[in-house]
């Protein structure tokens, strides 16, 4: 092999390297970010933008460098791959010390968080971006066919990319954890630092300063692994924390939080109470509806599994529950008191469970969320109808909706969607008046008939009564709101319930 060779085969590697980590960082800052604003599109549209504005300005600059003579375009190079590790391993750091100030800083959801996706992800970003226009410069200096090895280094960074994006979702995060992840990248940009150094030949100066880099490099990577965690556990779906509302004994009572979104409370002492709004509808709608306690039923979502751990509770034997993230189920059974033998658990999205399934349920409960909305495939008339064909004769379904009082977009497109399938749609919620701004739960009743009462009275855990919306209000609504039917191919519930997540 030519020297001319070998150098086109380093520049290469080196290329596929810092181009998957760099897209290893963006998978990974998702998931990071998910904890303080959600996972959303919102999330997703402002991590990619914020990362390909990063990338952007760094080839800006990376092609500035490559101008220089060899030697002189390396040795930037590699100090700029020292400042990408420095940056990448104090992520974490920049996070924890601005989400909070951040999110109060900004009314806007969305600005908060385009702000914290720049504050931690944009200097990685941007440092990873330098070194691609410099090594394919390096690479076709001289080399007789230079326009290949043009079309060689970018197909190479697109390898890397897509070699990145699957490590990172296959195995880097489920395996080794974000912050595991952040400083193997880290490292990776490190080793691309001195082996830049190495091809510009060291000086003294380089190499004195390199160690002093790689000293502060594994400080702040320290402090950042040092601090305490974020998540109790890091699951391939969610940052999942138990919180402990009630430490008393044999009266406990725990807030599951998925992302930073809570998701349900339980208490040991009584498993039959709900402690939530939207878990007292849930649990007491459908007993309503079905009037004996022999009822069979599927819960798409079980979180905390509140209401299936209630029921198995009044001695009901026949509950499913679809749950996705077969963590969430451990943290169930490990925090909030949940027998898993009690009910058959299917680890599966629940459209594909439903889809495989040819079993019917006499009560299906739809209470899946993902950040500040149901996902967009399990709120589509497609869906719906699947869910109508999986319910007996006299079945009922009841859907779990958070929406804003100012708005009911949500609302008016989920009934109108709802009504294309089934012949009567309730909307039940609290019987008190709205305030203003107020993120109201309802829960949406689906059946081929009409509730026999117009009250229920239960416990959310002081007494509470739900009542349904009048028809003609709710005819007033969808005449306001002109609402198109949510379908597979269009199905935006994040926009419809507007930019109104909790940041914390």
């Not at 998702?30 to 390909?52: C, E, Q």
């Not at 509950?319 to 189920?329: F, L, N, R």
């Not at 689906?446 to 416990?459: G, K, L, Y």
Request: with cysteine.
């Amino acid at each position: 092999m030519t020297g001319q060779q070998k150098q086109l085969w380093i520049m290469v590697v080196l290329q596929a390297a810092i181009s998957a980590s760099s897209l290893v960082v963006e998978i990974v800052a998702g998931r990071m970010i998910a904890p303080y604003v959600g996972m959303s599109l919102y999330t997703w549209t402002a991590i990619i933008a914020v990362v390909l504005a990063g990338f952007s300005v760094g080839h800006w600059w990376g092609g500035r460098i490559a101008a220089r003579e060899r030697d002189s375009a390396l040795r930037i190079t590699a100090w700029t791959m020292v400042a990408a590790a420095l940056t990448t391993a104090g992520a974490s750091l920049m996070l924890r010390g601005f989400a909070g100030p951040l999110i109060e800083a900004f009314s806007h959801p969305l600005a908060a968080i385009t702000a914290l996706s720049m504050v931690a992800f944009f200097l990685p970003s941007l440092f990873a971006g330098i070194p691609a226009p410099v090594l394919t410069v390096v690479a076709m200096r001289g080399h007789p066919k230079s326009e290949q090895v043009l079309g060689v280094m970018f197909a190479t960074g697109a390898i890397g990319a897509i070699l990145g994006t699957l490590l990172a979702g296959f195995f880097f995060v489920p395996r080794l954890g974000s912050m595991t992840t952040l400083m193997v990248i880290a490292a990776i940009y490190g080793l691309a630092a001195a082996v830049c150094f190495a091809l510009a030949r060291l000086n003294a100066r380089d190499i004195g300063l390199g160690l002093a880099a790689c000293l502060v490099i594994g400080g702040v990577g320290f402090q950042a692994l040092s601090q305490p965690p974020v998540c109790d556990e890091e699951s391939e779906y969610f940052c999942i924390r138990t919180v402990t509302l009630s430490e008393d004994e044999g009266a406990r009572v725990h807030l599951m939080v998925l992302d930073h979104l809570a998701h349900g409370i339980s208490g040991e002492a009584e498993p039959q109470l709900m402690l939530t709004e939207h878990g007292a509808m849930l649990d007491a709608l459908p007993r309503m509806r079905m009037g004996r306690s022999d009822f069979s039923s599927l819960h798409i979502g079980g979180g905390s599994y509140t209401v299936p751990r209630a029921w198995a509770a009044r001695g009901m034997d026949e509950i499913t529950v679809v749950e996705i993230d077969p963590a969430v189920t451990q943290a169930a059974a490990d925090d909030f008191w949940l027998d898993p033998n009690q009910m058959t658990v299917l680890h599966q999205d629940a459209r594909i469970a439903l889809r495989n399934s040819t079993m019917q349920y006499d009560v299906i409960i739809g209470d899946a969320f993902n950040d500040i909305a149901v996902p967009p495939h399990l709120i589509t008339q497609e869906f719906f109808y699947l869910v109508q064909s999986r319910l007996t004769e006299g079945g009922v379904f009841a859907m779990n909706l958070i929406d804003n009082v100012d708005r009911l977009d949500a609302l008016a497109a989920m009934i109108v969607t709802l009504k294309s399938v089934f012949p009567d749609v309730e909307v039940w919620t609290a019987a008190r008046a709205p305030t203003q701004g107020e993120r109201r739960i309802f829960v949406l009743l689906c059946s081929d008939s009409q509730s026999p009462v117009s009250q229920i009275d239960t416990r959310a855990p002081d007494p509470i009564s739900f009542q349904p919306l009048d028809a003609g209000f709710l005819a007033q609504i969808l005449a306001q709101k002109q609402p198109k039917i949510l379908t597979d191919d269009y199905a935006p519930i994040s926009a419809l319930i507007g930019f109104e997540p909790i940041l914390n």
